[in-house]
């Protein structure tokens, strides 16, 4: 396994365990319920619900910076404002929780993995 590979799979779960954690800390340590609004109903939000999200984001990002990396040259830039970009827009969703604890809890969750996916998965230039 190559040393980016190792370190973007750990970014992943990275993101991944952070959100539940978070998840657990606020639902179950604090017993905030999560719900969120789906057009007309409202819909509680699983610990399940979280992680697939937070493993979807994390590989949707991992796939789109390979892409990038493979016909660009300014691969980092223009994937970092892609996913800044993302980010801010997934916190318009966010807003959609059932209460402040929901909202505050889902704003958390957003900023966390995306903060993680955009400092982590690039990773630094390393010079050689």
Known sequence: MTRILVRRSAVTVG?????????ATVRWGAGI???ARTGASTRAV???AVAVAAALAAL??????????????RARALWTTIA????LISL?????????????????????????????LPGREVAR
């Open 15 to 23: 993101a991944v365990v952070l959100a539940v954690a978070e998840y």
């Open 33 to 35: 319920d999560l719900a």
């Open 46 to 48: 699983s610990v399940t």
């Open 60 to 73: 949707a990002g991992w796939g789109l910076l390979a892409l990038l990396e493979r016909v660009t040259t």
């Open 84 to 87: 800044v970009v993302v980010l």
């Open 92 to 120: 318009v969703g966010a807003l959609g929780g059932v209460g402040a604890g929901a909202v505050a809890t889902f704003v958390l969750l957003h900023l966390t993995v995306g903060v993680v996916l955009i400092v982590g």
